[in-house]
């Protein structure tokens, strides 16, 4: 079970880019790496997925080098309605003995 | 579509009292999951199933049940709630691409007192 670890919270301004790192040293072969946005009050929301390397889409691009060991969620451009919290998952549903676990996340609050 | 849709919304038990969570989806996934989540805290995995009739513990299943007749529907079952057992409820389901993680859709909540 790979475990990870984000920063509790960060702050930043509108308009600005805003990167989460999170760390899983012990990322398996078969782990992919899953990046979700939880607002108060409702589900958490999936944002991008990725294995390695560099994955893109309209809400935000995920950064995993080489080794995996790390990933680093980028928020180009951020608003005020991008305060939310940020759950890193790494994991594998299907091996034995795997559990997704959400973990704390990160409180992410943009300032005007 | 509607997506994964759970009732009710809001539900105030007593200690002892037992009730059913429902949670239906209409994406045709085949994994579906139950979560909760205490406040200012992530979400912890209770019960998932890989498809109808197959069901496995999660982080913290003590307490709860569930099942899995159909593929649409599972519902999670609270027999003699604890005052622990105030959360907020999360159903949610994916499609799996095989191994690896896979997008989960969340449904909208059931908030859950115990007094």
């Known amino acids: 079970l790979a475990k990870t670890t984000q920063p509790i919270s960060m702050d930043s301004y509108e308009g600005q880019e805003v990167n989460i790192t999170c760390s899983h040293n012990?990322?398996?072969?078969?782990?992919?790496i899953t990046w979700y946005q939880q607002f108060p009050s409702q589900g958490p929301r999936f944002i991008i997925q990725?294995?390695?390397t560099k994955v893109t889409n309209e809400v935000a691009s995920l950064f995993i080098p080489a080794d995996r060991k790390s990933s680093t969620l980028s928020l180009p451009r951020v608003s005020l309605s991008d305060t939310a919290v940020y759950y890193c998952l790494v994991g594998d549903l299907l091996a034995e003995d795997d559990k997704i676990i959400f973990g704390k996340g990160t409180r992410l609050h943009i300032l005007p | 579509n509607a997506g994964v849709t759970q009732t009710p919304k809001f539900r105030i038990l007593k200690i002892g009292q037992s009730m059913t969570l429902q949670c239906a989806q209409d994406m045709n996934h085949n994994y579906m999951y139950w979560y909760r989540q205490d406040p200012g805290m992530g979400l912890k995995l209770i019960y998932y199933?890989?498809?109808?009739?197959?069901?496995d513990k999660g982080e913290v299943p003590n307490g709860y049940n569930v099942s899995r007749s159909t593929t649409e529907d599972f519902p999670l079952r609270l027999e003699l709630a604890a005052p622990s057992q105030t959360s907020v409820y999360f159903c949610?389901?994916?499609?799996?691409f095989g191994t690896g993680s896979y997008e989960q859709y969340f449904g909208p909540g059931t908030r859950l007192t115990v007094t």
């Open positions: 199933s890989v498809g109808a009739g197959i069901t």
């Open positions: 012990n990322i398996a072969t078969n782990d992919y």
């Open positions: 990725g294995y390695k």
């Open positions: 949610a389901s994916s499609y799996s």
